[in-house]
């Protein structure tokens, strides 16, 4: 049997990447109440979900709340309205 070592604290896959950068979506539909045409298209737009695969590390470091927070920021520093 294969023994697989400890990873390291900031070694991570795509696979991990992916599934936080959908959370943090899912999450930010939620919150504004926003549909499948203009979450998605805000996103690419104002590439936030290359800042969450950038900022991978930091991300997990904060709360889903604080995040949300400064997605909102960035959007709204970009001159987007968010009701």
Do not use: W
Not at 24 to 40: E, I, N, V
């Amino acid at each position: 049997m294969k023994r697989r070592l400890p990873r390291d604290a900031f070694e991570y896959s795509e696979s991990d990447v992916l599934h936080t950068q959908l959370s943090f979506f899912q999450k930010f539909m939620k919150r504004h109440s926003l549909d499948k045409m203009t979450a998605p298209q805000l996103f690419n737009e104002h590439e936030v979900f290359e800042i969450l695969s950038d900022c991978y590390e930091s991300v997990q470091l904060d709360g889903d709340g604080e995040i949300l927070d400064d997605i909102d920021a960035l959007l709204r520093n970009n001159g987007v309205t968010i009701e």
